[in-house]
């Protein structure tokens, strides 16, 4: 089972080597900026590694949107980052579900996903796999509900996307941890990736605040971390943690998930 965690992107091998990770997850370019990725000058060494790498999009990309200043960019950021993704040698590109504003109809920004990825086919493809993630919170978002995540599925899976399960998100969006794995497939018919979190606020409260696994401060998570081992287990998938603690707190909670495999 690899197991890794989301690292700075300055020297991801650096930071795998320091968590002991057999995986790693970091941004090409400022999560919050809509400016494209550089060229790393340690893509063939990232691509060469043993080490297995993901790369997260912006968060700012929404494909759902319906404000035209946010989709069209978002679809050309999207092309940007998985031709940067390529070229690291990167298995896959999470890109959050996305949503759209309130009083509109969650239908118009599923549609909307299925609009980008037919332009992407239709300019040639993608280079590297978009992989959906579930987000927590929104009540118009595309991927926090599974009825949602189902719809869009229907929208969308036909142009080879895949799935990236966050636990965080999951238990904040009112998804319960016990038999995720279950009824993610009977949607999506694949996982490709966890994000292994912990969660610092309780079931179906909209918040996404990532936690550690195990115990830091004396401050024990909402969600029971034998949960999310178990969802790793079942999932089958590389994991990752998105914990905080740097070094020391990712180190420990991938060390947790190792010993729990």
């Known amino acids: 089972m690899l197991i890794g965690a989301h690292v700075d992107y300055e020297d991801p ?21 809509w400016k494209a990725p550089e060229t790393r000058p340690d893509a063939e060494t990232l ?10 999009a912006p968060y700012v990309l929404n494909l759902a949107s319906t404000n035209n200043r946010i989709r069209i960019p978002s679809r050309k950021l999207l092309a940007q980052h998985a031709a940067a993704a390529a070229t690291v040698g990167a ?18 920004g599923i549609d909307n996903w299925r609009k ?6 239709e300019k040639g493809g993608l280079p590297t796999r978009v992989l959906i993630e579930n987000t927590a919170g929104g009540d118009n ?11 869009l599925w ?10 990236c399960l966050d636990t965080c998100h999951a238990h904040a969006g009112g998804e319960k941890l016990l038999d995720i794995v279950d009824r993610v497939k009977a949607i999506t018919g694949r996982i490709d990736l966890v994000h292994a979190n912990g969660s ?8 996404d605040r990532h936690d550690n696994l195990t115990v830091m401060n004396d401050e024990p998570g909402m969600i029971d971390p034998e949960l999310v081992a178990a969802v790793v287990r079942a999932a089958g998938a590389p994991a990752v943690v998105e914990t905080p603690g740097g070094v020391e707190g990712q180190s420990a909670d991938i060390a947790y998930l190792r010993a729990h495999q």
């Open 200 to 207: 610092r606020d309780g079931f179906d409260s909209g918040r």
């Open 47 to 56: 691509r060469a590694s043993s080490v297995e790498i993901f790369v997260h």
């Open 91 to 108: 298995s896959g590109l999470i890109v959050h579900g996305g949503h759209v504003n309130k009083g509109e109809d969650v239908a118009v």
């Open 141 to 151: 978002a595309c991927a926090r509900r599974f009825d949602e995540l189902a719809r």
């Open 13 to 33: 091998l650096a930071e795998a080597t320091a968590r002991n990770a057999d995986v790693v997850q970091f941004f090409l370019a400022d999560p919050q900026g």
């Open 116 to 121: 980008a990825l037919q332009q992407a086919q």
């Open 154 to 163: 229907d929208a969308v899976g036909e142009f080879g996307v895949g799935f």
